[in-house]
């Protein structure tokens, strides 16, 4: 086993794993459409709650697609125009239902280190960590 800081490693969980058993859904590729050079991932509680489920049942058809775009254009946005240096973000993107009802949802996307200390942003809802 690995040593780290004088004590054993007993399990390590990377971000690569997450986005293997399914708790994170990369977007990295369409959010370098919009610009976004890091690569970028979406929690799964975001995914099913304000994409997915407002837009669609199957993974980026068409509809999903619309609401995945309308949440990466207002990241880039608003990271754009940061004023701070914080690596948190909050914005909100307005995603119609099914019903076609506005509804304004507020995310977070929090810039940190990946798996191998190099950049990535990821989206989730405000309490998520």
Not at 17 to 25: N, R, T, V
Not at 47 to 71: N, S
Request: some cysteine; glycine content about 8%; overall charge negative.
């Amino acid at each position: 086993m690995n040593e780290l800081c004088g004590t054993t490693l007993i399990h390590a969980y990377s971000r690569a794993d997450k986005i293997q058993d399914g708790g994170l859904i990369d977007v990295s590729e369409p959010a370098r459409q919009l610009g976004i050079v890091y690569p970028v991932a979406i929690t799964s509680a975001v995914w099913m709650g304000a994409i997915q489920e407002i837009d669609g049942d199957k993974p980026f058809d068409i509809r999903t697609r619309g609401a995945l775009w309308r949440c990466l254009s207002m990241l880039a946005s608003v990271a754009r125009n940061s004023t701070t240096n914080d690596h948190k973000l909050l914005f909100t993107v307005p995603l119609a239902d099914k019903q076609g009802n506005i509804e304004n949802v507020q995310l977070k996307a929090i810039i940190g280190p990946g798996d191998n200390l190099e950049a990535v942003i990821t989206i989730m809802e405000p309490e998520e960590d």
